[in-house]
């Protein structure tokens, strides 16, 4: 199993970054794909980002290519999402999410572990 806890979501305004970053425990950390997955308000759970095991290969929804960067540190056991140029739709609950699967999926159902959420509020 595995544990996990975002950080680093605040109110930012329109065009600004941020970078929000989960922990996970475990010393297996190196053997889950990680994802980002986020909700807004009345919105279903979206994906965002994912990365594979080795952080080898990343993959994007459209919405953010360009804006945003997955990235992991297995000897931290942590992973990251840089998101730059940020807009008020950027808006919501943002999840780190591990799964067992060997990369790919964007579906929330392929992912069994999730933490509890970090808010980023986007002002315009």
């Known amino acids: 199993q595995v544990q996990l806890v975002e950080s680093g979501g605040r109110l930012v305004q329109a065009g600004g970054s941020l970078r929000l970053s989960c922990a996970a425990s475990?010393?297996?950390?190196?053997?889950?794909?990680m994802g980002w997955f986020r909700q807004a308000p009345g919105k279903e759970r979206e994906f965002v980002a994912g990365i594979t095991r080795s952080g080898g290969d990343t993959y994007y929804t459209d919405s953010v290519k360009g804006r945003f960067t997955i990235s992991r540190d297995n000897a931290k056991n942590t992973v990251y999402l840089q998101m730059n140029s940020l807009n008020p739709e950027d808006t919501a609950v943002y999840y780190c999410?591990?799964?067992?699967?060997?990369?790919?999926?964007?579906?929330?159902?392929?992912?069994?572990?999730w933490g509890q959420g970090t808010q980023v509020t986007v002002s315009s």
């Open positions: 999410a591990a799964s067992v699967a060997p990369g790919g999926s964007n579906w929330p159902g392929a992912f069994g572990y």
């Open positions: 475990g010393r297996t950390f190196s053997s889950y794909t």
